[in-house]
């Protein structure tokens, strides 16, 4: 509570956010000036009295962590950031919304230190908080101590959100699983402003925030009047103080306050423009001459706010250092786990390949092993399965009973059916740090969560997405859950991997190629159905995105420099192309290779003269796939696989595959149609192209 | 409630369904029959008592909806369309999940007579059911008229879910709106049977539902056991009582009842078994030896409830007989809309480019005026935006008031932040009849969206997908806020259309297409910055998907058989490829030719020989896309675009497109690189390839 007794000098405070705010959008000439001004009494509130950081340690583990949801708001995060002494200088300030500044339009964790998660896309943060606040649960329960280190991991995650993250499915999800989950430490201060972009809230979002929250089990009061401080104050202590639920607290605000548009739609996304923010400056008596003014007294007054933290930071680096002396083998782990780095040996355990005439499994079954291998090695593996832990095969035996109230050192989570919320909280728990996240569904449902694996890979967070049933092979559950479009949409994303695997080695390969890219999402793509072990697979050669499998070449055809023709497959279907290059070389004169390509992003960052050693030039390539063809072309002259604007069936897997065409007969007359059609052209490899970009 | 007073018939109605469900899932050795057997009795009394439909007219338009929105029990659904004498035999039933039969895996509304919607993918068939109760609310409020027409149109909705659906995000978005709509013919009844895949509710559910319901302004009522047929039947009659809110019955069932495996996750997703089905069988009193055994008494008396409605069927056609009479325009409009026919001359009014030297504008506000016009023609276009009306230029005119309690008859919806939500009701209303749906948001958020989206496109329904502030052109909003995926994750979707328009007259061609696409989504990409109007762009010929905007050849290259390099360009983008050949041609003696794509999909479809009259053989071919590279290798020797593993950056659009090289100079010197890189090379077109499925 401190020296901000000061009423006065509070509201000098809160103003100069306001008009620091508005300022930064107005030399921006773009931006959202209205939420900063309404919600800027919330922000000093938090950061002036309530919220222990420390400017100088961004990163300092202990920390509440703070998340601006309504992203769009982020000129006041950064006001509040420059105040309170951050990296972020009023040169920052004035560069918003500019290229390569440390001032982007919407926060960006990658960007800004002390922007904890990356918002804008709303309802993400506030399931990110979700994540944070189990994050904090999680490694509560496991680290701390009861001799004096009660407190080793104690600290709160804050929350400011708008009408809008409130209206997104994402934080119906997420904050259900946070009121089941108990996590009284999680505070979400609601800018209630009754405004959305299209009007007034009572166009579309009449619904009773307050007792829907209740029903989530969380612990809900209102506070009337934003700019009323000391009530402000009093419920976030409340909130602070009920540690059984977590809290919202829905503030009336007005948006845009003190603007002559304020209350209205009109100044949430543009700036005031000059005269009004003149005006705004005379009415909160500033010169109105004056941009990015801060008076001293609120300087001085923000600083010390951030010098207080540096003192509890201190405090806390000694607390741990008597952790590490009296816990010498917690202390380790936790260090290794912040910084990110693997435990020595984690990789030793892996499972084999069961000897030969050992029985087949679909590469789901295989996944559940090698995670249960790495899960065991690595204590911040956590995650769990959006209610398809059973299909998934993601139940961790290390930790037979789920992270719930009562349990909360269990690394194995219960999503309930919420892939968006689930992909959100994993992102929370990897922004925590010294946890790596892993989430479960089938491939298809990934497109529930498509918003947030986006932020997972924007933000760079290295998520480890267990997806199965990846193809018609799936069978009767039929087109609704068959992906076909599925793997080209992920491989399309940027920062992100999407591994098909074909066998064990192939899916060991995946888990080490998902778990060495900690800033890198990674969606491992699983069969339902049973494969064969594949001779010449690779598990070091995932790492390389693809690779040759086996050159089947004829005594007779050595003179020849290239094959005759390449098949490039993945995941289920690479035993298919095995089987068809193996029967088309024993009835010619051809050289067969197949290729296996579990992850073309890999691949793509190969050096040419390794994808040219791979799809050497004058050799035509066809693919095959279980899926669409969309990205084939990138690799293959002639793409087979489900056809253009084809759907999936519901039949048995086996009859699909017979149905679609991915028969070993049928693959063997296709492959003789490419080879005749190309025979005696001239055959560029699609490797071999200008690069322009 | 006539016959169905005869509680031993009752008892063995429902008991014979939930017996033939299981036989169902026993004879498919593949499926779900844990929900069909605890939800019979509901489906027995919304079958029996509760609904008007008329088997052998399944379309009949003022019919009940009923959704199964918990898809995987379809068993129970299928069961029910057969006893009361829709086109589903018995034979089909003994080929539930087999290849190409009339009862899939899960109910598709394209394949079964009598099912409204795809589900399977939790929560779009409730939220599909808010968009019907729109559809309804608002078709009564335009035709039905107080002179004995006001029944005209006069249905109810149901709905039954369980809790997954319940979980979803989605569905609380859905109910949020149907709440602030006071739908109260939505009656959406809850398979509250405390399971769920993973195991109890308990688990990762344990928020109180009706609380939640009741805060989004819902009429929630409680039945402790589904077994007691007559509180069943009260309950839903209270509920179609309650006309001003959209009811909840929570209902509370027992999984897989009569099994031994009864009220555990045992019983949801596999059969019973041999032994366990006989014993349910023996235990209601069955032969355990026979399957698909429905006794006579059982089978008259649905029977008999599919003829009573065939007579409400026979009735309504005669009121509407009476309506067409006096109200004919109303009539003959209303035939025409159920009948998916546009209104003649709807396309006469489209907005003409200025005269030469006139403004230009965004693609947005091309896209603006467009809708509007044609919106002033069809009544049946209905949509809004996700609280972005004013970015997504989406306001109607000639309905300046939106669709609320108090105006029904408006068609303007304002859908909140609500982007899942807001594309499932659109499927719903699409389901429903008579109504062609568009909706609008950032094109990136409809990332938010792809469950439901790919849902339209399976399902094959039209909407109209306004996506606006399509690429790094948007500017400061950054990263979060810039697609540079979304174009090819839509492109490789099936059924689906992406256009992406470069000016005025392809944005008309893009609305013509769509319109004309009644059984395809298609998603119009368009710009945030303004664009110039292109030479050579046709609307007619965005329905070729792709076509030559000008050649660019000097008289000294006329001798060339093909183009030096021909440009393929899209949207705001284009006009960058235009001024590129210009320059490049103006320079030397290469013939350029443009090609404007704004709609791969259709290209795709066109002729051999249409495709390579654009793409000819020997012409290398480079493309110019603000966004991924991606999927332009199916086209495009060398694509020119953002930088694989790339996201945008926060910064005035200009800055970006210089940043990013989207510059003419800079095209120009790329164009040269592959002018180069190709001299003297064989050149095939991309388009003359094998083409294997």
């Known amino acids: 509570m401190s020296a901000f007794k000061d009423e006065e000098l509070s509201k000098l405070c809160v103003d100069t956010v306001r008009i620091l705010s508005a300022d930064c959008v107005e030399k921006a000439n773009s931006g959202h000036p209205g939420a900063p001004m309404g919600c800027a009494p919330i922000a000093h509130v938090l950061f002036a ?14 920390r509440d962590r703070f998340v601006l949801s309504n992203g769009h708001a982020c000129a006041l995060l950064y006001s509040m950031l420059h105040l309170t002494g951050y990296d972020v200088t009023l040169d920052d300030l004035k560069l918003f919304r500019q290229l390569h500044s440390k001032t982007p339009g919407h926060p960006e964790n990658m960007v800004t230190p002390g922007v904890e998660v990356s918002t804008g896309p709303l309802g993400q943060g506030l399931s990110n908080a979700v994540g944070m606040a189990l994050a904090e649960r999680h490694l509560a329960a496991v680290y701390n101590k009861p001799d004096g280190f009660e407190s080793l991991i104690d600290h709160y995650t804050y929350v400011i959100c708008g ?63 934003v700019n009323n401080l000391s009530s402000l ?48 400056k005379k009415k909160f008596g500033f010169d109105p001459l004056q941009s990015f003014n801060i008076p001293s007294s ?71 092993a090698v995670l249960n291998a790495v899960a065991n090695h690595c204590p911040e593996l956590v995650g769990g399965s959006a209610d398809l832990s059973g299909s998934n095969c993601t139940f961790l035996d290390i930790s037979p009973k789920s992270f719930q109230k009562d349990t909360p050192d269990s690394r194995y989570i219960h999503f309930g059916v919420r892939e968006h919320a689930m992909t959100a909280i994993c992102n929370g728990m990897f922004a925590h740090g010294a946890i790596r996240p892993f989430c479960a569904t089938f491939l298809n449902f990934i497109g529930y969560a498509l918003g947030a694996v986006r932020v997972s890979a924007l933000s760079e967070m290295g998520i480890i997405f267990i997806m199965t049933h990846d193809s018609i092979g799936l069978g009767e559950d039929g087109p609704t859950h068959q992906p076909i479009e599925m793997l080209d949409t992920l491989r399309c994303m940027p ?129 095959i796939e279980a899926s669409g063809t969309f990205g084939w072309s990138r690799y293959a002259h002639a793409p087979f696989g489900i056809k253009d604007n084809t759907f999936g069936l519901s039949a048995p897997g ?35 192209k200008p690069c322009l970009v």
């Open 233 to 280: 104050s009093k419920a976030i202590e409340a909130a602070k103080a009920e540690q059984g639920r977590p809290s919202l607290i829905k503030i009336r605000t007005i948006i845009g306050f003190g603007s002559s548009k304020e209350g209205t739609g009109g100044v949430h996304g543009a700036p005031l423009g000059a005269s009004d923010l003149s005006a705004v």
């Open 654 to 688: 086996g009859t699909l595959y017979e149905h679609f065409g991915f028969t070993v007969p049928n693959l063997v007359v296709k492959a003789r149609e490419v080879i005749e059609f190309y025979d005696g052209k001239v055959v560029h490899s699609l490797m071999n």
């Open 163 to 225: 009408d809008g993250c409130l209206q997104e499915g994402i934080t119906s999800e997420a904050c259900s699983l946070a009121g089941h989950w108990g996590l009284g430490k999680l505070i979400v201060c609601y800018d209630d402003n009754e405004i959305t972009i299209d009007g007034n809230t009572n166009l579309s979002f009449t619904e009773n925030v307050s007792m829907r929250y209740e029903s989530y089990g969380w612990h809900v009061q209102t506070v009337l009047d």
């Open 495 to 623: 920062n992100l991997l999407l591994i098909r695997p074909a066998d064990l080695s192939e899916t060991k390969g995946a888990y080490v190629v998902a778990m060495q890219h900690a800033h890198t999402p990674t969606v491992i793509s699983l069969s339902r159905q049973n494969t064969a072990f594949i001779q010449g697979s690779s598990y070091e050669k995932v790492a390389l995105g693809g690779y040759v499998i086996k050159d089947w070449k004829r005594p007779e055809v050595l003179e020849a420099s290239v094959p005759t023709l390449v098949i490039a497959s993945t995941g289920t279907e690479l035993t298919l192309a095995v089987q068809t290059a193996q029967l088309l070389s024993d009835g010619g004169s051809h050289w067969i290779r197949v290729v296996s390509l579990p992850c073309t992003q890999l691949f793509d960052r190969q050096s040419l003269e390794y994808r040219l050693s791979v799809f050497p030039e004058g050799s035509p390539v066809m693919s």
């Open 49 to 62: 009295e309530t919220m222990n950081y420390a400017p100088a340690s961004p990163k300092w583990f202990n």
């Open 298 to 368: 609120v300087s001085e007054f923000y600083h010390s706010c951030g010098q207080r933290g540096a003192a509890n930071c201190a405090q806390w680096d000694h607390l741990f250092s008597s952790y590490q002396a009296k816990y010498p083998k917690e202390g380790s782990e936790l260090v290794r786990r912040i910084a990110g780095i693997l435990p020595d040996g984690w990789i030793d355990n892996l499972p084999e390949n069961p000897a030969s005439g050992g029985k087949v499994a679909a590469t789901r079954n295989y996944s559940g």
